[in-house]
Nanobody
Framework: QVQLVESGGGLVQAGGSLRLSCAAS????????MGWFRQAPGKEREFVAA????????DYADSVKGRFTISRDNAKNTVYLQMNSLKPEDTAVYYC????????????????WGQGTQVTVSS
């Protein structure tokens, strides 16, 4: 029902910042909770952040708390991930996804996925 396209990834030096965007199509975007996940080579896809339908409730993985911020603009059908103080271990493909239920951290509970955007942090 919702098609997702991530953008904003790229190459950045350690300590820098990036803002990822996830643009969605569909009239029911505001009905979904949203999540960001990432996957590095040889590792499982891991939870990064989640946000409920209104944007007033959020959750973060311990590894990104204080550095990353998830937000959404339902009028623009877009969810964002602001990433500050980036570290080399943040290097991964980042995916956004929809969920019918807020705050589940397992990828199993998400039903629509974007194609991902590569984030590479040097040094």
């Amino acid at each position: 029902q919702v098609q997702l396209v991530e953008s904003g990834g790229g190459l950045v030096q350690a300590g820098g910042s990036l803002r990822l965007s996830c643009a969605a199509s569909g009239r029911t975007f505001s009905s979904y909770a949203m999540g960001w996940f990432r996957q590095a080579p040889g590792k499982e896809r891991e939870f990064v952040a989640a946000i409920n339908w209104s944007g007033r409730m959020t959750d973060y993985a311990d590894s990104v708390k204080g550095r990353f911020t998830i937000s959404r603009d339902n009028a623009k059908n877009t969810v964002y991930l602001q990433m500050n103080s980036l570290k080399p271990e943040d290097t991964a493909v980042y995916y956004c996804a929809t969920s019918n239920t807020y705050a589940y951290s397992s990828p199993t509970y998400y039903n629509n996925w974007g194609q991902g955007t590569q984030v590479t942090v040097s040094s």
